[in-house]
């Protein structure tokens, strides 16, 4: 996808291309279409808004020519909450440096690439919308209207609720705004509301079920509502939207919503939009162009591995300490909610500052079994390839840690077939991007029945998530069938009385379910916890990762990204208002 950089959302978009067309003049010997040009009278046909609509998801993969503008968030949601530093480095890919230690300047690129991105995804909606509401095109019924105005309206609310939490007020552009008044708006009014709408249009409006994989139905509106409401702290009015979703919702397949029994199948290529799966970003791979394969996580493999690992490349995205001590466990499987797993004897033992050639034993006390499901670690098998080496796959101990990501790798069986080699790494995968899974929606609604008064009812909900968890059959084995650790999970089987406990132990067991997902720092930002919780674990981490994390602090303003000061260059000052703060 071509990069903008010097343009505002429609002034930089399909939209604006298309608007200078409708507007061009009418001399009759200026109307020769040019070459690969599309006219109204085309787009406006039911295949022309067919083919904008596919425009519309395929933002979903964040190919904005950067490894910083997909929609798993990465870097702005997992490394900004806690769960991985950038890897690799001092030097590769600088632009995170001050990134992932709160001290990012509104004329880094990597939030501006984020700005691109989502606003491109809204730019493609809008003028789909535009086009829906007025095309006279006999093949374009009533009910087609409908649909692509459902769909569109789902992602245009996607794509602002990630710019919301990424950057607080934004320009709320629609469909019914011209270039020349887009760019005159200002981000001085709250668009939840305007979110709200989108989905609340998209649940009233889509099919329970859709025809082909991939599209979002009237479920994921519904999780999305759901999800925004929470963002609000409405959480009375989102607690019966998610038990709908939970009780009654099914995939685009028919299927019931339901966690797959084995938690490692949820991120395989070739287990794709299953029971688990509400919305994803959908790839491909080997079809001509790795533009449609999974790219977000391309730098995100162990480094130098070679044929014995994955992609060979390029050691971003390292666990934090902090989070693979947090699947440290007591004596009956459940978390230290107290914070000691970072402390002493109970936080997990690594081969950091330890080569590969010397001897080193893994840790023999009880952990959680999502831990190698989520994290490479020395000594465990990764996927199917080997052992986890320890340092001969990192690139700089001493900057990033000892860990290697782990959750959107492939497996050996995999590659060539459900990877692309044609580029420079094999890290182009057919690995969907989840959006939202039902895990998530059933810890969302835990919360809401806390809030509710429900505690037996949220207590539950965690359950079942553990519960898949605690399924041995999934857990990590050797090549003789035993398990790689000391797996030890169990239930919460003492009923919850106590609110401020049962928080903890959702929002705990949220970190645990979901890390390297996106979702941690904006978790921490709508519990109001994120300058305890974020300063804790810069404490924590920079005193062992010195260069990369130490001395640094979150403090007051640093939830949301500055707006990019190209943004403002190009909207005026006075019109598009930098975040407090910087």
């Known amino acids: 996808m071509k990069k903008f950089t010097n343009k505002l959302l429609l002034a930089a978009s399909v939209a604006l291309a298309i608007n200078l067309l409708f507007s061009a003049c009418k001399d009759s010997f200026l109307e020769i279409t040019p070459t690969a040009s599309l006219t109204e ?119 602002y609720l990630e710019l919301k939490k990424a950057f607080g007020n934004v320009p709320y552009v629609d469909e019914t705004m011209t270039s020349e008044q887009a760019i005159s708006v200002p981000n001085n009014v709250d668009i939840y509301p305007k979110i709200e709408a989108d989905f609340q249009y998209a649940a009233d409006n889509l099919p329970g079920a859709q025809s082909a994989v991939g599209r979002a139905n009237s479920w994921a509106a519904k999780a999305f509502l759901a999800k925004t409401l929470l963002f609000q702290n409405k959480h009375a009015q989102a607690l019966p939207i998610f038990t709908d979703v939970i009780t009654n919702g099914q995939t685009s397949n028919g299927l019931k919503y339901a966690l797959v029994p084995n938690y490692a199948d949820f991120f395989k290529a070739e287990n794709e939009n299953n029971s688990e799966s509400i919305f994803a970003a959908q790839t491909a791979v080997n079809t001509g162009s790795t533009g449609n394969a999974n790219g977000e996580h391309v730098l995100n493999f162990p480094y130098n591995s070679g044929s014995d690992g994955p992609a060979g490349c390029c050691g971003f995205f390292q666990p934090s300490f902090d989070l693979v001590n947090s699947f440290r466990t007591d004596a009956n499987g459940l978390p230290l909610l107290d914070g000691s797993y970072n402390s002493g004897a109970n936080e997990v033992k690594n081969d950091w500052g330890v080569k590969s050639g010397d001897a080193f034993t893994p840790d023999a006390g009880p952990v959680d079994p999502r831990l190698d499901h989520s994290v490479g670690r020395r000594g465990i098998p990764y996927l199917d390839w080997i052992d986890h080496p320890g340092d001969n796959w990192i690139r700089d101990q001493s900057y990033a840690g000892p860990y290697s990501p782990k959750k959107f ?174």
């Not at 493609?124 to 009910?143: E, K, W, Y």
Request: with cysteine; charged share 20%; glycine share 10%.
């Open 41 to 159: 009278e085309v787009l406006s046909s039911k295949k022309g808004l067919d083919g904008l609509l596919i425009g519309c998801y395929g933002v979903l993969t964040g190919r904005d020519a950067s490894f910083y503008s997909g929609f798993g968030n990465w870097v702005h949601g997992s490394i900004l909450g806690g769960e991985a530093n950038k890897g690799t480095n001092g030097g590769d890919q600088a632009v995170v440096n001050p990134v992932q230690r709160f001290e990012t300047l509104p004329n880094n690129d990597l939030p501006a690439q984020k700005w691109r991105i989502s606003f491109e995804g809204v730019a493609r909606c809008n003028t789909l919308l535009r086009l829906v509401g007025s095309t006279t095109d006999a093949t374009v019924t009533a009910a087609d209207k409908t649909r692509l105005s459902a769909e569109a309206r789902f992602l245009r609310g996607f794509y």
């Open 409 to 582: 790798v492939f497996y050996k069986a995999t590659q060539n077939t459900l990877t692309d080699g044609s580029s420079w790494t094999r890290g182009w995968t057919a690995i969907n991007q989840p959006l939202m899974r039902f895990s998530d929606v059933l810890l969302m609604a835990a919360e809401c029945e806390i809030e509710a008064g429900s505690l037996e009812t949220a207590r539950g909900y965690v359950n079942q998530v553990r519960a898949r968890a605690a399924n041995p059959a999934s857990w990590v084995k050797r090549a003789d069938g035993s398990n790689a650790a000391n797996y030890v999970i169990g239930l919460y089987n003492t009923p919850w009385t106590d609110k401020a406990v049962a928080h903890t132990a959702v929002r705990f067991e949220r970190k645990l379910e979901l890390s390297a997902e996106g979702h941690r720092f904006y978790d921490l930002n709508r519990w109001g916890i994120a300058s305890t919780t974020l300063n804790a674990y810069l404490q924590f981490e920079g005193a062992r990762l010195i260069t990369a994390l130490g001395g640094a602090t979150f403090g007051p303003g640093k939830e949301v990204y500055p707006i990019p000061q190209s943004q403002i260059d190009i909207q005026g000052a006075d019109v598009l208002k930098q975040n407090p703060g910087y």
